[in-house]
């Protein structure tokens, strides 16, 4: 079964750290572009990192360029993403997601994860 | 950024009608456009992708269209399990883009 599993979430203050991971199952994890999205409570989805699937290409939206970082285990099969200098804004389920096709350029996302909750407060 | 503007936020149906939900893009995609499935508690769910191609597993009655800035979603006769909020995407440029989402609620 094809599947991710994200985890480590949680509550931490403002300017706090913390590393979410994504496990991935049941295809082959080194052949496609991964990507975080994320949805903050009772709002719309919003993506916040990709990267291709050798990690030639990163990309970050600007709410969380130069303090998130995203990477990749391909001998893993897992992805990460390191959060520093976390906000109330930051506030939101973030999901894993993979691109429908292994093919560049096709950032639209067949398979989702279950989504790890990440609290930023005092 | 490319802005992705959708319409109505909220949609009042009975089962049965048929659904037309749009999606407006601040610039030309191309038909670099996916539309999503959201129920509440779930992980989005991929119906189209490249504006007009059903993903794995999607009902017939799930149907996309436009090219360029215009876009849409039609469900040609709304079942029980539709009912959800629907979210469009650009992906033909860096960043990607989401829309702020169509609620299909019961009327």
């Known amino acids: 079964e094809v599947q991710l599993v994200e985890s480590g979430g949680g509550l931490v203050k403002p300017g706090g750290s913390l590393r979410l991971s994504c496990a991935a199952s049941g295809f082959t994890f080194s052949s496609y572009t991964m990507t975080w999205v994320r949805q903050a409570p009772g709002k719309g989805l919003e993506w916040v990192s990709s990267i291709s699937s050798k990690s030639i290409y990163i990309f970050y939206a600007d709410s969380v360029k130069g303090r998130f970082t995203i990477s990749r285990d391909n001998a893993k099969n897992s992805l990460y993403v390191q959060m520093n200098s976390l906000r109330a804004e930051d506030t939101a389920v973030y999901y894993c997601?993979?691109?429908?096709?292994?093919?560049?350029?096709?950032?639209?996302?067949?398979?989702w994860g279950q989504g790890t909750v990440v609290t930023v407060s005092s | 950024e490319i802005v992705m503007t959708q319409s109505p936020a909220t949609l009042s149906v009975s089962p049965g009608e048929r659904v037309t939900l749009s999606c407006r893009a601040s610039?030309?995609?191309?038909?670099?456009l996916a539309w999503y499935q959201q129920k509440p508690g779930q992980a989005p769910r991929l119906l189209i992708y490249g504006a007009s191609t059903r993903a794995t597993g999607i009902p017939a009655r799930f149907s996309g269209s436009g090219s360029g800035t215009e876009f849409t979603l039609t469900i040609s006769s709304l079942q029980s399990e539709d009912f959800a909020v629907y979210y469009c995407?650009?992906?033909?440029?860096?960043?990607?883009?989401f829309g702020g989402g169509t609620k299909v609620e019961i009327k």
């Open positions: 610039q030309s995609v191309s038909s670099i």
């Open positions: 997601a993979r691109d429908y096709s292994s093919s560049w350029g096709n950032q639209a996302f067949d398979i």
């Open positions: 995407q650009q992906y033909n440029n860096w960043p990607l883009t």
